[in-house]
């Protein structure tokens, strides 16, 4: 085949980074399309408030603060109870409020107002932080997956490419990476929600007190939603960017790539930064973000390649197949079916595990439940197996930890696995302590992987998480009654690694075990340094 020299290897990763940063900038005109959806709901609840009760004289704040009457507070209600009805893409304790409110005996004119107001941030921000989760998932793993591809089809060869689980790409947009510590998330729902809420409550009061035109007041309010809108806005480019550099990173790991180049876009807009970074190489164990890494300042374009020599290609040891065999790779080889083979061989490599012996089995008494509970459990089960036995993929349910009733619809899951939906994460951040518990199936047989542990290690609300399997096995842990961890990416990868070492050591040891039930002990002996609880059983 002929050799791609680095000019090549250059423009295709500033191709591959035009391409988030095209997907950026679309979301990025769909973030101001939905502050201005707002923005006109709020000044059309504005102008039909002051045009219902203002007199000729204006609205004071003694006029704003009269009670409603038996018709309004009744008119006022239908429209909370439909809010209520929406309320699985909102955040529950705003759905609490509104629960709250529908069932007073006496609201005045400006808490039905301010109630409506809000509740158009509330659905703002839900959307937005919906929005920016796929946009950010997305950059992380087209960044993976396009350079894996791009990498395998300029050498003509191909070898098994991990799948990314959604467990893991949560774990990776959870993580904060900017100096005060708050991941875009975070950023969303406890910035930018409460600066629109204070700008509507400060500026409604404001108006009222000093007998100002509504109109001055959509005008601030205008003007407050255009700052917040920006901010969201240069969020989406910076975020979309370093998870894109997130992606290449652990791409490049995989590839046990040894060092990499940075590549700037030069021209007129061209950073400083970026123009001294361009061209310099590092060791892949320097890859940090912001420091030796893109983006290195908001919107930058910056990216980075495998350090490659004309002559000898690029630094690094092609990745194998637990079998260590690589394939043919042709050069006309589209995206898509390079990543639907790829996928497909981690899956079938996987899957070779062998079964596990009864003799490995822990059965505990944390996991002996009233026969109400398990009847209710039992149904669950077989509904995912019955699920499973349909498509082949995992399935995911979450139940009352106390009564083992389905609190959610289940989650259907792919061939790249099974994400939680809205509603579940909501749950996850705001129940109570120890009400849930999740339960999905596993295509494969085996025990917990390091991204459910991180789950069930980090929320408290979680009591306990099960895995099932058609082979008849069911697995159980639980964090107990410890206090529930930070973990940080670095910490799962390690946790991952102990996990697999472990497994390891137990084959070396026993010649006779299968790689399920190794994997099963690996992950009993790090539940047992850790204080939780864990078994299996059938």
């Given at each position: 085949?002929?050799?791609?020299?680095?000019?090549?290897w250059i423009k295709r990763f500033e191709q591959l980074e035009e391409a988030v940063q095209s997907?950026?900038?679309?979301?990025?005109?769909?973030?101001?399309?939905?502050?201005?959806?707002?923005?006109?709901?709020?000044?059309?609840?504005?102008?039909?408030?002051?045009?219902?009760?203002?007199?000729?004289?204006?609205?004071?704040?003694?006029?704003?603060?009269?009670?409603?009457?038996?018709?309004?507070?009744?008119?006022?209600?239908?429209?909370?109870?439909?809010?209520?009805a929406k309320g699985e893409s909102l955040d529950p304790v705003w759905v609490r409020q509104l629960?709250?409110?529908?069932?007073?005996?006496?609201?005045?004119?400006?808490?039905?107002?301010?109630?409506?107001?809000?509740?158009?941030?509330?659905?703002?921000?839900?959307?937005?932080?919906?929005?920016?989760?796929?946009?950010?998932?997305?950059?992380?793993?087209?960044?993976?997956?396009?350079?894996?591809?791009?990498?395998?089809?300029?050498?003509?060869?191909?070898?098994?490419?991990?799948?990314?689980?959604?467990?893991?790409?949560?774990?990776?947009?959870?993580?904060?990476?900017?100096?005060?510590?708050?991941?875009?998330?975070?950023?969303?729902?406890?910035?930018?929600?409460?600066?629109?809420?204070?700008?509507?409550?400060?500026?409604?009061?404001?108006?009222?007190?000093?007998?100002?035109?509504?109109?001055?007041?959509?005008?601030?309010?205008?003007?407050n939603f255009k700052v917040t809108k920006n901010q969201a806005g240069n969020l989406v480019m910076?975020?979309?960017?370093?998870?894109?550099?997130?992606?290449?990173?652990?791409?490049?790991?995989?590839?046990?790539?040894?060092?990499?180049?940075?590549?700037?876009?030069?021209?007129?807009?061209?950073?400083?930064?970026?123009?001294?970074?361009?061209?310099?190489?590092?060791?892949?164990?320097?890859?940090?973000?912001?420091?030796?890494?893109?983006?290195?300042?908001?919107?930058?374009?910056?990216?980075?390649?495998?350090?490659?020599?004309?002559?000898?290609?690029?630094?690094?040891?092609?990745?194998?197949?637990?079998?260590?065999?690589?394939?043919?790779?042709?050069?006309?080889?589209?995206?898509?079916?390079?990543?639907?083979?790829?996928?497909?061989?981690?899956?079938?490599?996987?899957?070779?595990?062998?079964?596990?012996?009864?003799?490995?089995?822990?059965?505990?008494?944390?996991?002996?439940?009233?026969?109400?509970?398990?009847?209710?459990?039992?149904?669950?089960?077989?509904?995912?197996?019955?699920?499973?036995?349909?498509?082949?993929?995992?399935?995911?349910?979450?139940?009352?930890?106390?009564?083992?009733?389905?609190?959610?619809?289940?989650?259907?899951?792919?061939?790249?696995?099974?994400?939680?939906?809205?509603?579940?994460?909501?749950?996850?951040?705001?129940?109570?302590?120890?009400?849930?518990?999740?339960?999905?199936?596993?295509?494969?047989?085996?025990?917990?992987?390091?991204?459910?542990?991180?789950?069930?290690?980090?929320?408290?609300?979680?009591?306990?998480?099960?895995?099932?399997?058609?082979?008849?096995?069911?697995?159980?842990?639980?964090?107990?009654?410890?206090?529930?961890?930070?973990?940080?990416?670095?910490?799962?990868?390690?946790?991952?690694?102990?996990?697999?070492?472990?497994?390891?050591?137990?084959?070396?040891?026993?010649?006779?075990?299968?790689?399920?039930?190794?994997?099963?002990?690996?992950?009993?002996?790090?539940?047992?340094?850790?204080?939780?609880?864990?078994?299996?059983?059938?």
């Amino acid at each position: 085949m002929a050799k791609k020299n680095k000019k090549y290897w250059i423009k295709r990763f500033e191709q591959l980074e035009e391409a988030v940063q095209s997907d950026a900038e679309t979301y990025k005109d769909e973030v101001e399309d939905l502050f201005q959806e707002a923005l006109t709901s709020v000044e059309k609840d504005i102008a039909y408030w002051y045009n219902r009760y203002a007199t000729t004289k204006g609205m004071s704040y003694t006029d704003a603060k009269k009670e409603l009457t038996a018709g309004e507070l009744k008119e006022l209600q239908m429209s909370l109870d439909e809010y209520i009805a929406k309320g699985e893409s909102l955040d529950p304790v705003w759905v609490r409020q509104l629960e709250a409110a529908s069932t007073r005996a006496h609201l005045n004119r400006l808490e039905a107002l301010e109630l409506q107001m809000q509740q158009h941030v509330e659905l703002l921000t839900s959307k937005l932080a919906q929005g920016s989760y796929d946009t950010m998932s997305k950059a992380y793993t087209d960044s993976f997956y396009q350079s894996m591809y791009e990498i395998q089809k300029g050498f003509n060869v191909g070898f098994t490419v991990r799948s990314l689980d959604v467990q893991s790409i949560d774990k990776i947009l959870s993580n904060p990476w900017t100096a005060d510590g708050i991941n875009f998330s975070e950023r969303i729902w406890g910035k930018y929600r409460p600066q629109l809420v204070n700008s509507l409550h400060k500026g409604l009061i404001n108006n009222l007190a000093n007998g100002y035109d509504p109109q001055k007041l959509i005008n601030q309010l205008s003007k407050n939603f255009k700052v917040t809108k920006n901010q969201a806005g240069n969020l989406v480019m910076t975020e979309s960017a370093f998870f894109a550099s997130v992606g290449r990173k652990d791409c490049f790991n995989d590839l046990d790539v040894e060092e990499y180049e940075i590549v700037a876009t030069l021209d007129s807009a061209t950073s400083e930064t970026c123009q001294d970074m361009d061209g310099k190489t590092f060791p892949m164990s320097d890859y940090e973000i912001g420091t030796t890494a893109p983006p290195f300042h908001n919107r930058c374009r910056s990216t980075t390649v495998p350090k490659f020599d004309d002559e000898f290609g690029p630094s690094m040891r092609a990745a194998r197949g637990e079998d260590g065999k690589t394939y043919y790779v042709p050069a006309d080889t589209k995206y898509e079916d390079w990543k639907e083979k790829a996928l497909k061989q981690f899956k079938d490599s996987t899957r070779n595990l062998g079964l596990a012996d009864p003799q490995y089995d822990i059965s505990l008494t944390d996991f002996e439940y009233s026969k109400e509970k398990q009847d209710n459990l039992d149904n669950v089960y077989s509904e995912l197996l019955d699920l499973y036995s349909k498509d082949g993929y995992e399935h995911l349910a979450l139940v009352d930890s106390t009564s083992g009733l389905p609190i959610t619809p289940i989650v259907n899951g792919d061939e790249e696995g099974v994400a939680m939906s809205q509603e579940m994460y909501n749950l996850l951040k705001y129940a109570k302590a120890n009400s849930l518990t999740f339960i999905h199936n596993h295509p494969n047989g085996s025990s917990f992987s390091a991204d459910d542990l991180y789950i069930a290690l980090k929320y408290d609300s979680i009591k306990e998480i099960i895995v099932i399997n058609d082979y008849g096995e069911k697995y159980f842990f639980s964090a107990g009654n410890r206090a529930r961890m930070e973990i940080g990416v670095n910490q799962i990868s390690i946790l991952d690694k102990n996990i697999l070492n472990g497994m390891d050591k137990i084959l070396e040891q026993n010649e006779d075990i299968s790689r399920v039930d190794a994997y099963h002990l690996a992950i009993k002996i790090l539940c047992d340094l850790g204080g939780w609880v864990y078994g299996r059983k059938r």
